[in-house]
Nanobody, 123 residues
Framework: QVQLVESGGGLVQAGDSLRLSCAAS????????MAWFRQAPGREREFAAAISWTGGSTYYADSVKGRFTISRDNAKGTVHLQMNNLKPEDTAVYYC????????????????WGQGTQVTVSS
């Protein structure tokens, strides 16, 4: 098990940028694939981005590709989501997730979750 704590959410205007962070506890961070999911009010949770154990491979939902960048620092036990050119439809609670299995794109495939951080983008 790994404990995850997200930070960095907030209220921004369309076109602005935000950088989300997720800090993981425990000495085995590098053995986890990390991902970001998001859930908007009244909508199902959806995949946003994932990164492999070493950071060598990244994966993005079409809706965020070209605007969001996921990265990780295994020495610090952190994963980040740089979000540029934010749109009102990016408004959601963003969750950090971790699992030992190869990168997956469904939330049910991830065993460990943070508490979420709210991102609100005004038009």
């Amino acid at each position: 098990q790994v404990q995850l704590v997200e930070s960095g959410g907030g209220l921004v205007q369309a076109g602005d940028s935000l950088r989300l962070s997720c800090a993981a506890s425990g000495p085995t961070f590098s053995s986890y694939v990390m991902a970001w999911f998001r859930q908007a009010p009244g909508r199902e949770r959806e995949f946003a981005a994932a990164i492999s154990w070493t950071g060598g491979s990244t994966y993005y939902a079409d809706s965020v590709k070209g605007r969001f960048t996921i990265s990780r620092d295994n020495a610090k036990g952190t994963v980040h989501l740089q979000m540029n050119n934010l749109k009102p439809e990016d408004t959601a609670v963003y969750y950090c997730a971790a699992d030992r299995q190869p990168p997956q794109f469904e939330g049910d495939d991830y065993e460990n979750w943070g508490q979420g951080t709210q991102v609100t983008v005004s038009s």
